[in-house]
């Protein structure tokens, strides 16, 4: 790799730093009770609602439906997630200054299988929350699950709930593909 290069995969790996500051996640709900909407957000470490109240009016929600409480401090992933992305940095950083084309091919391997390994939790995650409900709950409908979609909208009885990538999505895919389009321009020199 020449130095071009070895700096624009620096700037890869870099701008991860980005994905610690703002949500990686978001899953919005519009209901009749809620007008204006609620919603939580998906960070590299925390669960939080998008406005003050949000994430325990839909912890009050899911309390009437047999859904767990969503309690950050209760995933595991979350106290993972930081070290995967300190660890994507450094040895983004490591291979620029290496330089050696090869190991971007592994890392952005890397990256991708940790990519899909956090979509597929995510998705167990939601089916295990929407699936496994308290059967003396107050609201009970026989057959009804409320497993929030994965990517996309779905209507859960009266809530209407979306599930996006946000910001730190979009970082963690740029950073993705400038590394990709380092490891081609440096297979072409």
């Known amino acids: 790799m020449d130095t071009k290069e070895k700096i624009w995969m620096a700037i890869a790996a870099l701008m991860l730093i980005g994905v ?25 470490d925390n669960i939080q609602g998008k406005q003050k109240n949000d994430l325990k009016n839909i912890n009050g929600l899911n309390h009437y439906i047999g859904m767990k409480e969503i309690n950050p401090n209760s995933i595991p992933e979350l106290k993972v ?3 995967i992305f300190g660890f994507l940095i450094i040895s983004g950083l490591v291979i620029a200054g290496v330089g050696n084309e090869k190991w971007i091919l592994f890392w952005l391997g890397i990256f991708v299988l940790l990519a899909i390994a956090g979509l597929v939790d995510f998705y167990i995650w939601g089916y295990d929350y929407g699936h496994n409900l308290d059967s003396s709950a107050p609201i009970v ?43 081609w321009k440096s297979k072409k020199d």
């Open 81 to 83: 997630m930081p070290y």
């Open 20 to 44: 610690y500051f703002v949500p990686i996640w978001s899953i919005s709900m519009d209901a009749p009770q809620y007008p204006e909407g609620i919603g939580m957000n998906i960070t590299v």
């Open 141 to 183: 409908v026989p057959g009804m699950t409320y497993q929030p979609p994965l990517i996309g909208s779905k209507q859960l009885l009266n809530i209407n709930a979306t599930s996006l990538p946000h910001i730190g999505f979009y970082i963690s895919l740029l950073s993705m593909g400038i590394a990709s389009t380092v490891w």
